[in-house]
């Protein structure tokens, strides 16, 4: 599945949205492409890991992006949704973000 986003932010404002994870089958979330000079982002997981371990296997969990703006400027971040040892594979999920910091 692929899914874009369109975020407008002024310097140094924060948001977050959610992403659906299929951690429970070895996925996760990557951050593959971003522009660390505009923007930063993290991928934080919403479960602890000790209910993942004891949920059914391909269980999906939610994880939160957070983008931070650091100055003006336009970004596109991209986000996989993979396996980490299925490195010539497509990945499950992919999600873009265009980012717009205005001052």
């Not at 924060?14 to 659906?20: C, N, P, V």
């Not at 993290?42 to 209910?51: D, F």
């Amino acid at each position: 599945m692929k899914t874009k986003k369109s975020i407008t932010l002024k310097p140094d404002e924060i948001a977050s949205f959610q992403l659906e994870t299929h951690e429970g089958g070895g996925y996760l979330w990557r951050v593959v492409s971003d522009n660390e000079p505009v923007v930063k982002v993290q991928i934080k997981p919403l479960q602890q890991a000790r209910a993942i371990k004891a949920a059914p296997i391909g269980k999906s969990f939610p994880v939160e992006v957070e983008l931070q703006a650091l100055a003006a400027g336009e970004a596109t971040i991209v986000l996989e949704e993979r396996r980490g040892w299925e490195k010539d594979s497509e990945p499950l999920n992919v999600c873009t973000i265009t980012v717009t910091i205005d001052n």
